[in-house]
């Protein structure tokens, strides 16, 4: 069995205020709990970027098809700009947006590069007008294109000190911090790579903002026909920019493309008297293993209604009153889990699966059984269980799940008063 990561420490953890005292301490879940300061509004700084790509201090993390760079599974590897700079150049930001949009080509290809923060514990940082810390960028040095050498380049230098791209599907045994930024650094990789053309006009778009935005330019300084829409083309570039159709982002205040942030609900559902959780089971996942309820928020849905609709959907249980407990960002793709504490209305508790053919199987389980399955039944999907289970015993997502963190606030008493919850 893997070692499971410590959880993230929540934000002024030690503070005592009237929101503290009245809700109890704030949770903060794995991939939640990044070191560094975004400094958002420094994106559009190219002066500020030029002086950060290429400060000793600054850190790249390295993905390749959203692999990333490490040490071992349990440590992200953090290279240099000299590392980099055969496959971004001298300096990625010496032109300004406004320059980048009217030189715009879309045969060119231009390696992703993500302005992710500032780790403001540094000494040594960048000091930039009142803001201090060594920056952070995000790199795709995925081999692709008219940059594939120099990206193969790159990736054979660093193979050769023996770093290597983390494979699989999850990653979920990274330190608590080093997790939060590979979260975001892979969050924004993948958007930008989702999303190479624009929705409207189906044109090809251009990442700005430090990659953060991507827009559609107005010109291009390729020959685009039909063809270059699907992603090719034979001609050859023309010396001035060719215009392009009218596009509707070009024009009102939604003329960027931003990325996306899905919203899920996943809940704790407890009985009517508190003395049992719900709990159900897909019919992929390995014998005696369950996990809380989800689902997707629905447009104009409110997350109150989105826990009773998913949870009567898949387990037909009528939900009466919601609470949120807790949010996890979740990087596969990018999900923003929200967690919630539910309880079933009494007359509204029993199962039946005949809606939604999601789940194999619903239960209830016992606030005594969830807890023996959370000290020695936890673990990630397919991995063998703490030492002490009991074969045939509840399984339970491991803690880096907020499934695990909203079943551990019910069987300590979220909800407070006599009962076990």
Not at 314 to 335: C, D, L, M
């Amino acid at each position: 069995m893997s070692v499971q990561p410590e959880l993230p420490e929540a934000r002024h953890a030690a503070l005592d205020s009237m929101l503290s005292r009245s809700f109890g301490r704030e949770v903060a879940n794995y991939f939640s709990g990044s070191p560094l300061n975004r400094v958002s509004f420094l994106r559009t700084d190219y002066t500020f970027l030029s002086a950060a790509v290429t400060h000793p201090t600054t850190s790249f993390l390295l993905f390749k098809n959203l692999a990333p760079l490490v040490h071992d599974p349990t440590r992200l590897a953090r290279v240099s700009y000299t590392d980099v700079k055969p496959l971004i150049g001298a300096n990625p930001y010496a032109k300004s947006e406004e320059q980048l949009i009217a030189e715009y080509d879309s045969t060119r290809i231009i390696p992703q590069l993500v302005f992710l923060g500032l780790d403001e514990k540094h000494a040594q940082g960048l000091e930039w007008n009142i803001y201090q810390g060594a920056p952070y960028f995000a790199l795709d040095v995925t081999p692709k294109g008219s940059v594939e050498n120099e990206a193969n380049g790159v990736i054979a230098e660093l193979q050769q000190r023996g770093l290597t791209f983390l494979e699989g599907r999850m990653h979920l045994s990274l330190p608590a911090q080093d997790a939060a930024i590979y979260a975001h650094s892979r969050c924004l990789l993948d958007w930008n790579a989702r999303n190479p053309y624009c929705a409207q006009c189906g044109q090809p778009t251009l990442s700005i903002n430090a990659g953060t935005k991507r827009t559609c330019p107005p010109a291009d300084l390729a020959s685009l026909p039909t063809s270059a829409i699907q992603g090719s083309t034979t001609e050859a570039a023309p010396s001035s920019a060719v215009a392009r159709p009218p596009c509707a982002t070009r024009n009102g205040i939604s003329n960027l493309s931003f990325p996306r942030t899905d919203p899920t609900v996943i809940m704790a559902v407890v009985s009517s008297p508190g003395t049992h959780v719900l709990l159900g089971r897909q019919k992929r996942w390995p014998p005696h293993w369950y996990s809380t309820l989800a689902g997707f928020l629905e447009p104009a849905e409110s997350v109150e209604e989105a826990v009773r609709r998913e949870v009567w959907e898949e387990a037909g249980v009528k939900i009466g009153r919601v609470v949120v407990h807790s949010t996890q960002p979740w990087p596969y793709p990018a999900n923003l889990m929200i967690g919630a504490i539910a309880q079933a209305a009494p007359d509204g508790e029993e199962i039946s699966l005949k809606h939604d053919p999601e789940l194999e199987d619903a239960k209830w389980a016992s606030v005594d059984e969830v807890a023996e399955a959370l000290r020695v039944g936890t673990s990630g999907l397919g991995e063998a269980a703490p030492e002490g289970y009991q074969e045939g015993g509840l399984r339970l997502p491991p803690r880096t799940a907020i499934a695990n963190q909203l079943l551990t606030a019910v069987v300590g008493g979220f909800l407070g008063g006599g009962s076990k919850i």
